[in-house]
């Protein structure tokens, strides 16, 4: 009797994953007037689409928060993707003799890119302050992180983001370049 047959995986799979995360960083001025500046409190928001379990793309939000003058000094939103190098990013399903089974790696690591429309804010909400500079830029930046599952759909996550090249800045005094970690919950769909 020969043994059965086992259905390949199907590599065609969509699934969803939704994260925020709270980041902690400096950005870097590359523009003109040169500088630094820290990041304390940010917020990142990913949603993923995930084809297969190895790769996802999907929208970025972010924004950088001056808690002391209740401004948004730095927001972003742009386009993601990311390729799991070690461990699978999403689940998967096996098809048996004896039915389907679904599986998932507990640890992940992931390398990505983005591509950034941001906009920053410096200056005061305060009517005694009457100078203020606004501004937007595009970036491309790289992601690399590791995804650790907590259960079947929730799982932490930590990431390094990195500023790799700036472009079309309003003024060109400005173009900043952000290193940031972020620390997370992903929830899995």
Known sequence: MAAPEIAPRSEDQLHFKLGAASTAGFFVNVGSAGGAAPIVGGFRIRALLGIGEDFAFGPVLGTELDYSEFNVLFSSYGLGARGYLIGSGFPHNDSHPWGESESIDRFSLHLGAEMLN????????????????????????????????????????????????????????????????????????
């Open 118 to 189: 941001n906009s920053f804010f410096i200056g005061s909400n305060s009517s005694e302050t009457s100078q203020t500079l606004t501004g937007s830029f595009l970036t491309l930046g790289g992601t690399t992180g590791i995804e650790y599952r907590l259960s079947r759909k929730v799982e932490l996550t930590f990431d390094f983001n990195y500023g790799l090249a700036t472009f079309a800045a309003s003024d060109d005094r400005f173009r900043l370049n952000g290193y940031s970690l972020g620390f997370g919950l992903n929830y899995i769909w």
